[in-house]
């Protein structure tokens, strides 16, 4: 009567089948560890356990055959440990335990119902409050969506380690975890694994501080379509170092079927990411928290953000919270290229101060609406060409912020845009600035474009500038100084209902390129060339004047031009001299 250990007492009594014992045990038995385990021949268990125990792990794990079990006076008020309490019983069906039956003294209960995948769990009676580790607590026993609303309610403060905690349990697709506490978890591995159906676990206000890098890794499965973190304390970071000389990596790589991750307050602690974000997701939603670039440095690295996004034609609302750069190297080129589904998208956080180039950085977002770029810093970016290429529903931008001290080419910064009715385009102070090829091509809906602010004064080519604009009726470029430029062709080519065009700004008296200048301008009603030497325009001179009307007053510089100009298309009836106006 005064035992109060009998641990492993009937432990791998082989030939024990049937238990059916009244007043088994004691007032003053405390520990039962592995009691019955390994009975492997033991089918039923009908126990009258009246005793006050503190210990029970193990006690009926691995009893193979065991079918029904029935402990209704158990009371296990007191008890800290029931790991592997009724783990690997894979015939039992019956569990019956009565209203003593508790956990909320027990820190231990890891794999407590493991591998019991048949009987129906006591959850109600569960409560985990002083738990530290539900470890593989219901490995290999199917959970439904009533048994995950009963776990919701549970107190799970103190819980330090849910690894395996519902490995293979035929989870349904949408796993609803939402207010529960994991503030003290790490170590949460393989908590989801082995649950094929699964596409979403429902994080909502849970609460995780240290935990949350380790149960955002483990969401990060294959068949996961959803992953959001967006309603919680989540204050973890991610980091990942290159190594070697393979400077570029894929961050959070193979996750096949994921449309949608938010993580807006997670720290990314990165390299090189140029390989990518997400590479192999067919993202739709993507909002993430501080890119810190800082935080790996390699002197001879090459720090790139460029083509994160790029491809990405499903993404359609991107959010980054921000990114340290570490040197001028880094660049944004081709950022978000491709990306042809995007509508809404949030760098504001970002400091690109450093950056180098924004190159192609849109290019292809066929529907954005509005580009808001005035936050961004560009003093050190030396290539904006492509900037808005493509962006064929675009009707407004601000990039008035912009500095081009160091911008060498704008080419095919808004082709193709053609939404764009109206353009008004500042640049203060451009001291290397010499391209400007394409710069409005393809622009169909282009009505008005004011330059008045806009200083190209160095520029060498205007080549296909205005190409294609067919709805500029009358184009004023008489205040803009583009002394330097050596090549004008097809600088208007397809301009089919421009009717008046000033061009007094050129002075030029270099053999420059005038190809198809003004090709299909066939409503030019109006051309006012006055100071340009043109007839210096000896070599590349071919279809300048192709399909331009007859009747075209055109005002030249002298007599030499007239001559040229008839020399070019001798239908011309109304070439006028400048003096004689």
């Given amino acids: 009567s005064n035992v109060s250990n009998i641990n492993s007492m009937f432990q791998e009594c082989d030939s024990l089948r049937v238990l059916k014992l009244e007043n088994f045990l004691g007032s003053k038995v405390t520990d039962v560890t592995s009691l019955f385990e390994k009975c492997k021949s033991l089918e039923v268990a009908n126990l009258g356990l009246n005793s006050h125990l503190t210990v029970m792990g193990n006690m009926f794990n691995d ?82 969506e009533d048994d995950l609303a009963i776990i919701r309610t549970w107190d799970t403060s103190n819980v330090t380690n849910l690894n395996s905690l519902f490995d293979s349990c035929n989870l349904p697709e949408t796993v609803d975890l939402s207010g529960m506490s994991f503030g003290n978890v790490g170590d949460c591995g393989n908590m989801f694994a082995n649950n094929p159906k699964v596409r979403y676990v429902n994080v909502d206000n849970v609460t995780m501080q240290g935990g949350g890098w380790n149960l955002l890794s483990c969401l990060m499965t294959a068949q996961m379509e959803k992953i959001d973190f967006s309603k919680n304390d989540i204050a973890a970071s991610y980091s990942r170092q290159i190594t070697g000389t393979g400077w570029n990596i894929n961050v959070f790589p193979g996750l096949t079927n994921l449309r949608e991750f938010k993580a807006p307050n997670l720290t990314l602690n990165l390299g090189n990411p140029s390989d990518g974000f997400f590479k192999d997701s067919p993202l739709e939603v993507l909002h993430l928290g501080y890119c810190n670039s800082n935080y790996y440095y390699y002197e001879s690295s090459n720090w790139k953000y460029s083509s994160l996004f790029s ?48 190159y192609a950085m849109f290019k292809n977002c066929k ?212 003096s004689e106006l």
């Avoid at 508790?102 to 407590?112: C, D, G, H, K, R």
């Avoid at 939404?419 to 008004?424: G, T, Y």
């Avoid at 070599?539 to 070019?568: H, M």
């Fill in 311 to 358: 491809g990405k034609t499903k993404l359609k609302d991107a959010y980054l919270g921000g990114v340290a750069f570490k040197t001028a190297s880094t660049n944004l080129a081709s950022m978000f290229s491709g990306c042809t589904n995007l509508e809404t998208w949030d760098l504001n956080n970002m400091d690109t101060t450093l950056n180098n180039s924004i």
């Fill in 63 to 144: 009893c193979s055959n065991l079918r029904e079990l029935r402990i209704p006076n158990l009371d296990t008020a007191a008890v800290t440990n029931m790991s592997y309490a009724f783990a690997n019983n894979p015939k039992l069906e019956i569990l019956e335990v009565g209203d003593n039956f508790s956990t909320e003294s027990a820190t231990n209960l890891s794999y407590m119902f493991a591998n019991s995948p048949l009987v129906k769990l006591p959850l109600e009676k569960i409560s985990p409050v002083k738990a530290t580790s539900l470890a593989g607590m219901f490995k290999n026993h199917e959970i439904t």
């Fill in 367 to 578: 529907k954005l609406t509005h580009i808001d770029l005035s936050w961004m810093k560009t003093p050190s970016v030396t290539n904006m060409s492509y900037l808005f290429n493509g962006c064929s529903s675009l009707t407004s931008f601000n990039i008035d912020g912009f500095n081009y001290n160091q911008v060498t080419t704008i080419a095919y910064m808004f082709a193709n845009c053609s939404s764009l009715k109206e353009i008004k385009l500042k640049i203060v102070d451009a001291p290397v600035l010499t391209n400007t090829t394409y710069l409005f091509s393809g622009d169909t809906s282009l009505e008005t474009v004011d330059l008045t602010e806009a200083n190209i004064s160095l520029t060498t080519s205007t080549s296909y500038m205005f190409n294609g604009c067919s709805s500029l009726k009358t184009l004023d470029l008489s205040y803009l100084d583009i002394a330097k430029s050596t090549n004008f062709s097809y600088m208007f080519k397809g301009c089919s209902t421009l009717e008046e065009l000033d061009l007094s700004c050129i002075n030029s008296t270099s053999n420059a390129n005038v190809v198809s200048m003004f090709h299909d301008c066939v409503m030019l009603k109006k051309l006012d060339i006055r100071n340009w030497q043109i007839n210096k325009c000896t070599s590349n001179i071919s279809n300048i004047f192709t399909n331009v009307p007859a009747s075209c007053q055109i005002i030249v510089k002298d007599e030499s031009c007239r001559t040229w100009v008839k020399a070019r298309k001798s239908a011309f009836n109304n070439i006028v001299l400048a």
